[in-house]
């Protein structure tokens, strides 16, 4: 299977990985053809990258990081969890944190369970999903990446516990941002920034009030904007003020935003989220943290079409542990011309490296 952007699929392509809703019902099945009105569905469905089927790279198997029943049952939770505070906001009742708190542990621990058990670079372009809410999607993004972060900086199990509660709520606070204004495509006023701005407080006011939440985890609602040089908000803290835990959801929660299809720009893939994080080492971000995300998440994910500076061209198939800058590929063309595929392993071809990405590989038969 190869791994494609929403924008460089074809009509004819074959799915080669269903697509789910939020309930985690098949929309769309493997071996499905797609049509031209079908991608335009799912584009405005915020779907990043599909898997298409061919016989080059029918062999190409992706490991997911969650299974499927954990991933359906934490969108679940989180859906309806954050529909009913959204609900009881506008209708101006109190909203009873308690209730709610042991659901969302549920989900941590049963997230946790799953990387645990799960050795390969993570990558969360393996499933298709349409959210109605981005904010859903992008909140176990965020908690999968914050706790293999958490994990790869050595965390005991209290604290990815801690840390994953904070993930999991760190945007509860935009369930008082009126829809609007969070989809806006059009650039935000000032006013409309600032408002967005304050989902951090709302969330951290809300989740203090909590006896069953860590009062860490509300730190991470209201820190997790905040960077190393104080540019950040709301209250533009700097450095060893900012706790252990929002410096961790603070640099996965670009790097998810980034990689993910928003109505007013397309998604970056990983390498590409990757560099906007080295850019911001050191000034925005700790350079130690940004290394070992680097190690955590899979750059070039299993299925992705590159093209090698020999001029090789293939889809990557295996990873190399936390070498993820250097993983394995299929071969499938030799200076645009069609070729028996075979594997290079980047790890002991050091001279050779991945140049570009995705759309510049031939299509040649």
Same mark, same amino acid.
Do not use: W
């Given at each position: 299977?190869?791994?494609?952007?929403?924008?460089?699929?074809?009509?004819?392509?074959?799915?080669?990985?269903?697509?789910?809703?939020?309930?985690?019902?098949?929309?769309?099945?493997?071996?499905?053809?797609?049509?031209?009105?079908?991608?335009?569905?799912?584009?405005?469905?915020?779907?990043?990258?599909?898997?298409?089927?061919?016989?080059?790279?029918?062999?190409?198997?992706?490991?997911?990081?969650?299974?499927?029943?954990?991933?359906?049952?934490?969108?679940?939770?989180?859906?309806?969890?954050?529909?009913?505070?959204?609900?009881?906001?506008?209708?101006?009742?109190?909203?009873?944190?308690?209730?709610?708190?042991?659901?969302?542990?549920?989900?941590?621990?049963?997230?946790?369970?799953?990387?645990?058990?799960?050795?390969?670079?993570?990558?969360?372009?393996?499933?298709?999903?349409?959210?109605?809410?981005?904010?859903?999607?992008?909140?176990?993004?965020?908690?999968?990446?914050?706790?293999?972060?958490?994990? %790869?900086?050595? $965390?005991?199990?209290?604290? &990815? +516990?801690? !840390?994953?509660? @904070?993930?999991?709520?760190?945007?509860?606070?935009? =369930?008082?941002?009126?829809?609007?204004?969070?989809?806006?495509?059009?650039?935000?006023?000032?006013?409309?920034?600032?408002?967005?701005?304050?989902?951090?407080?709302?969330?951290?006011?809300?989740?203090?009030?909590?006896?069953?939440?860590?009062?860490?985890?509300?730190?991470?609602?209201?820190?997790?904007?905040?960077?190393?040089?104080?540019?950040?908000?709301?209250?533009?803290?700097?450095?060893?003020?900012?706790?252990?835990?929002?410096?961790?959801?603070?640099?996965?929660?670009?790097?998810?935003?980034?990689?993910?299809?928003?109505?007013?720009? %397309?998604?970056? $893939?990983?390498?590409?989220? &990757? +560099?906007? !994080?080295?850019? @911001?080492?050191?000034?925005?971000?700790?350079?130690? =943290?940004?290394?070992?995300?680097?190690?955590?998440?899979?750059?070039?994910?299993?299925?992705?079409?590159?093209?090698?500076?020999?001029?090789?061209?293939?889809?990557?198939?295996?990873?190399?542990?936390?070498?993820?800058?250097?993983?394995?590929?299929?071969?499938?063309?030799?200076?645009?011309?069609?070729?028996?595929?075979?594997?290079?392993?980047?790890?002991?071809?050091?001279?050779?490296?991945?140049?570009?990405?995705?759309?510049?590989?031939?299509?040649?038969?």
């Amino acid at each position: 299977m190869r791994l494609r952007s929403i924008y460089s699929v074809a009509e004819n392509d074959m799915l080669a990985k269903p697509i789910f809703n939020e309930h985690g019902q098949v929309l769309l099945n493997t071996g499905v053809k797609l049509t031209n009105n079908i991608i335009g569905r799912m584009k405005n469905k915020g779907v990043s990258f599909v898997y298409i089927d061919d016989d080059e790279t029918s062999d190409i198997v992706v490991d997911e990081v969650l299974a499927e029943k954990t991933k359906q049952k934490s969108m679940q939770t989180i859906q309806k969890n954050f529909a009913e505070i959204s609900n009881s906001m506008k209708l101006g009742k109190s909203i009873d944190m308690d209730k709610l708190s042991p659901s969302f542990s549920s989900v941590v621990k049963k997230v946790l369970e799953d990387i645990h058990q799960h050795d390969e670079a993570i990558s969360m372009l393996t499933d298709a999903y349409c959210y109605d809410s981005y904010v859903f999607e992008h909140s176990l993004n965020v908690t999968i990446y914050s706790l293999a972060l958490g994990k %790869k900086y050595g $965390l005991r199990e209290q604290q &990815l +516990e801690e !840390l994953g509660l @904070g993930a999991i709520l760190h945007d509860i606070g935009k =369930m008082a941002i009126p829809l609007e204004v969070l989809n806006k495509t059009e650039p935000l006023l000032d006013e409309e920034f600032q408002l967005i701005q304050e989902h951090a407080k709302i969330g951290f006011d809300m989740l203090r009030q909590s006896h069953t939440i860590p009062l860490l985890a509300a730190h991470c609602a209201f820190q997790h904007h905040e960077r190393l040089d104080g540019s950040g908000y709301p209250r533009g803290i700097k450095g060893d003020d900012i706790h252990l835990y929002a410096k961790i959801i603070g640099i996965v929660d670009v790097f998810d935003a980034v990689t993910a299809n928003r109505v007013y720009r %397309k998604a970056k $893939l990983p390498h590409e989220g &990757l +560099e906007l !994080l080295y850019s @911001g080492v050191n000034t925005l971000f700790e350079k130690e =943290m940004v290394e070992q995300f680097a190690k955590t998440i899979a750059i070039y994910p299993i299925g992705l079409e590159v093209k090698l500076s020999d001029g090789r061209e293939g889809v990557v198939a295996k990873q190399n542990g936390e070498l993820t800058s250097r993983p394995v590929i299929k071969v499938l063309y030799e200076n645009g011309k069609k070729v028996t595929p075979y594997e290079v392993n980047l790890m002991k071809e050091l001279n050779v490296t991945i140049t570009s990405c995705e759309a510049t590989v031939s299509q040649v038969s």
